[in-house]
């Protein structure tokens, strides 16, 4: 497909997010025509990595060049910038694309678009669950995440598309749902992380350094994840909890117990008590005989 036939694609904000989707769309074939950003650094250093880019620190001029606009900006700044851009009622000649604004939030609504709409431009949600770390390798690795799509009509064809020349798995999201999504994505991804600190400090009181601990736990913890995206959340679960070890579990919860404080480990060790296999759950002859 010529480039020509594709949608002029422009970003305000050249954050770490705006980097690695700039930068694989073009690679992907789609026309970047232009970047804005707070810092005219920022984004001319983003623009002179793709060709015919453009950089600004005005939006308006984003608005002007691209068909899409990715709003990939803070939260808090969504709406006020959506209040400051003008989409003219004309159509663009230079394009056969209508002009749309596209956040790239996970939390925020769609609705902070409104202005953009009540000026004839469609309007979506466009987010990649994904971590970006600013480095080159997230355009690697960026493949093979979800992204979720808030839209209608041909804006969400369009924005599927994208999504999958990032070689990312698109989800549609009902209006209204964001912030419920959003916060159990991020309860998701951030008490994993609780968690392990967690046991990196527990771990401290036994003399273990934290790069130690670190070293130990993290490849478990990526074995975990793996096992659950091929086998399923009841059949990644290790351990006494797998085993049907009742009596081993029942010990740990009591022992963190007894150190006093507000531990996470006892919550998902219940949790995962919870949540084992089915098979286990019907087979009490089997938990007391492993």
Known sequence: MSQSSLPRIGFIGAGRLARCLALSFSRAGYPVSAVASR?????????????????????????????????????????????????????????????ALVHCSGASPVELLAPARDQGAAIGGFHPLYLFGGEPADLDRIAG??????????????????????????????????????????????????????????WRTLGFAEDDALRALL?????????????????????????????????????FEGLGGDHVARSPSRNAARARPPRLKRSPKLWKNR
Do not use: W
């Open 39 to 99: 810092s005219a650094d920022s984004a001319r250093r983003l623009a002179a990595q793709i060709e015919h880019c453009a950089a600004s620190d005005d939006p308006q001029q984003v608005v002007d060049a691209a068909d899409i606009v990715f709003l990939a900006v803070p939260d808090d700044s969504i709406g006020t910038t959506a209040h400051t851009l003008r989409f003219a009622a004309a159509p663009d000649a230079a394009s056969r694309h209508g002009k």
């Open 145 to 202: 995440c979800s992204v979720t799509i808030e839209a209608d009509g041909t804006l969400k064809d369009t924005l599927t598309a994208l999504a999958v020349a990032l070689r990312c798995h698109p989800l549609s999201i009902p209006p209204g749902s964001r912030m419920l999504y959003h916060g159990a994505a991020h309860y998701a991804a951030s008490f994993a992380l609780c968690s392990l600190a967690e046991c990196v400090a527990l």
């Open 219 to 255: 490849p478990m913890l990526a074995g975990t994840i793996e096992t659950a995206r091929d086998k399923g959340l009841p059949n990644a679960l290790a351990g006494p909890v797998s085993r049907g070890d009742t009596g081993v579990v029942q010990k740990q919860l009591a022992l």
